[in-house]
């Protein structure tokens, strides 16, 4: 399978605990990107990376919040002192940067990693 | 600023029915990008389609069609004889271009489609 991949796929933590969720994207995509999705919405962005470079983040991503890709190529997710408002399913998306505009704006999305903040 | 309107919160049909999911934006600029995506229950967003603001033409594909018209900022997904595995939720999405030149895509709130047999 080639497709992104997320893990894990569910978390349940305490609030106040740290979590950490992976995205691995599709191989020759060089674009990554993060969302959450609360119940009855669309997804929010939440951050971009073009290869190791985080080069957006929405006013959604608090200072608890943080992203990284250090080799352009996985990413990792950190919310730091979960909260109840946390819940959400964290989505992860990749896209080329080669190839006609349009398939670069065309972004692939992993299952995703369900959040649940007791 | 861009904004995705769907309407539709939830659409009820019995399987072999036609329906259309409804899809209003709004948008300042010129060139920009309308997608639609699936999402089944299993949560994994599904691309369907993507046009660019330049072309018009309607499409279809299968059970599915689209139908773009810019006079009235709409694209609207059609999809023909539903079927079960049609259930899921259904969202347009609109990308402009940032500053940076990436495209943000932005999410209307989605389309619950529930297919009855």
């Known amino acids: 399978d080639t497709g992104v991949s997320q893990n894990p796929r569910h978390k349940i933590t305490k609030r106040g605990q740290n979590v950490t969720f992976r995205c691995d994207p599709i191989?020759?995509?060089?674009?990554l990107y993060w969302y959450r999705q609360t119940l009855g919405q669309g997804p929010e962005f939440l951050t971009y990376f073009q290869n190791e470079a985080q080069l957006e983040k929405s006013r959604l991503l608090s200072d608890r919040f943080s992203a990284e890709r250090p080799k352009g190529s996985f990413s990792t997710l950190e919310i730091q002192r979960t909260e109840q408002g946390d819940s959400a399913m964290y989505l992860c998306?990749?896209?080329?940067?080669?190839?006609?505009?349009?398939?670069?704006?065309?972004?692939?999305f992993g299952p995703g990693t369900r959040l649940l903040v007791l | 600023a861009q904004k995705v309107t769907q309407a539709q919160t939830e659409i009820s049909v019995v399987e072999k029915e036609d329906v259309t999911l409804d899809c209003v934006y709004e948008t300042r600029d010129t060139t920009y990008y309308l997608f639609w995506y699936k999402q089944p229950p299993s949560g994994e967003l599904v691309f369907l389609i993507r046009r660019n603001s330049f072309d018009e033409q309607n499409e279809i594909s299968g059970r599915y069609s689209w139908n773009f018209q810019k006079s009235t900022s709409s694209f609207n997904f059609t999809i023909t004889a539903s079927q079960v595995v049609d259930s899921a939720v259904y969202f347009c999405a609109l990308s402009e271009a940032e500053a940076g030149g990436s495209y943000i895509p932005t999410f209307g709130r989605g389309t619950s489609l529930i297919v009855h047999p």
């Open positions: 998306a990749s896209s080329p940067q080669t190839g006609t505009l349009g398939n670069q704006e065309t972004q692939y």
């Open positions: 191989s020759e995509h060089n674009r």
